[in-house]
């Protein structure tokens, strides 16, 4: 099928393997890291600050087509939001919403100024975002369907 073929590696269960600096550098100049890589280069993300103003009518919308936001996650998700990116914010609310105690098997959620840098970047959210990747799930009880 037209479009099928997967270009790199499995991003399943790549959460919490690499670290944030490994990130950064991969993303910023993939060939650097990964010599053979085909990836383009996506430092310009650390450049782009993200701003969290409309990030609970985001949540608001996901949660009308499905979306398992809680009304407490949306109220919340501006100031999860900022405390996911500095190590220094109280982020009790943020693990008991998110981390291991909301996930059976899960882990706590990583708190860190991802890209190193001032204000809370595009580099931030997708570092963020890959640590995460199979983090949330509890793989012990998964029924691959072998029908497929």
């Known amino acids: 099928q037209w479009g099928s073929k997967r270009t790199g590696p499995d991003l399943a269960r790549v959460g919490g393997r690499y670290s944030d600096e490994w990130h950064i550098d991969h993303l910023t100049d993939p060939q650097s890291v990964v010599p053979e890589s085909v990836m383009p280069k996506y430092g310009f993300l650390a450049n782009r600050l993200i701003e969290p103003e409309h990030i609970a009518d985001r949540l608001s919308t996901d949660a009308m087509v499905g979306v398992p936001y809680t009304s407490e996650m949306i109220e919340l998700a501006k100031a999860d939001f900022a405390a996911q990116a500095d190590p220094n914010s109280d982020t009790a609310g943020l693990q008991e ?52």
């Open 97 to 148: 919403r998110y981390g291991a105690a909301a996930f059976p098997g899960g882990k706590d959620v990583v708190v860190s100024n991802f890209d190193r840098q001032p204000g809370i970047t595009e580099m931030d959210a997708l570092i963020a975002y890959l640590q995460v990747l199979g983090t949330m799930v509890d793989f012990t009880t998964f029924q691959p369907d072998m029908a497929r």
